[in-house]
């Protein structure tokens, strides 16, 4: 029964993990990803709440696409571990929805953020002029956080799930929920500057959404995945500063 169990929410969790890429490749094959973009919906004219809710669906569809590859392991060994408990399945999708909230609440607080930094940009000619510095800046501050205290940290706790999951499982619908507000939070300060970016460049742009995601599970799951994360900070700044120096080599 447990192998059955834990074979049935892998399978929903990659179903759910493709479905999302099949997504965004249909959004951008056929341009209406742009209808989603935190910049359409800031400038399109609907209400700030419309505009946030409509977001909002977009952001599960990248949570789901980039952040749920790399939790795969944590998953799995949570499945495990729960599937004698009562109300197992409760306790799992308690345990993956606390993780999704965490990364919505990001992703509320980016958008609400960026309506700050247009309405700024938009009342500033100088900034309008130079609107690539944003684009090169958040790169440089994600390379830069690369090689952070803060990211070493969190990283030691997502590239260890089992020795996580003996020090935070407890049994309960309730504590699967926080195990996995937990593991959300340590995920959120780890990953944030990386997201940040593919907010920046474009939530339904694939070629950064692919090398985000690739860079994020490498980091995590691999056995020199510190040393990737800072190859991978010194990239992110050098293309930073190139964008800085040669704005058209920026995004437009």
């Not at 809710?53 to 599960?60: D, E, G, M, S, Y």
């Not at 020795?163 to 996995?180: C, E, K, P, Q, S």
């Not at 474009?202 to 020199?224: C, D, H, Q, S």
Request: glycine content about 8%; charged content about 15%.
């Amino acid at each position: 029964m447990i192998a059955t169990a834990r074979r049935e929410v892998r399978v929903d969790v990659r179903w759910v993990v493709a479905g999302a890429w099949l997504l965004a490749a249909a959004a951008e094959l056929t341009g209406r990803g742009s209808l989603f973009n935190h910049d359409t919906l800031i400038h399109g004219g609907l209400p700030r709440p419309a505009a946030l809710a409509l977001f909002l669906v977009a952001w599960q569809f990248m949570i789901a696409a980039m952040m749920l590859p790399s939790a795969l392991p944590l998953i799995r060994l949570f499945d495990r571990a729960s599937a004698s408990q009562p109300r197992a399945r409760a306790a799992r999708i308690a345990f993956v929805a606390s993780y999704v909230v965490v990364w919505t609440a990001f992703g509320a607080g980016a958008f609400l953020f960026d309506t700050v930094i247009h309405a700024t940009v938009d009342a500033s000619p100088w900034l309008l002029a130079h609107a690539y510095l944003i684009a090169g800046g958040t790169l440089i501050v994600a390379g830069l956080f690369q090689f952070s205290p803060l990211k070493e940290a969190c990283l030691r706790q997502c590239r260890n799930p089992g020795a996580f999951l003996i020090r935070h499982y407890r049994r309960g619908v309730d504590r699967a929920f926080m195990t996995g507000l937990w593991h959300g939070v340590f995920c959120l300060g780890c990953c944030w500057a990386l997201m940040l970016v593919a907010f920046a460049m474009g939530m339904a742009n694939l070629v950064w959404m692919a090398a985000l995601t690739a860079l994020m599970t490498v980091e995590k799951r691999a056995r020199n995945g510190v040393l990737l994360a800072r190859l991978a900070g010194v990239w992110m700044v050098a293309v930073g500063v190139a964008i800085v120096v040669a704005p058209q080599l920026g995004p437009a």
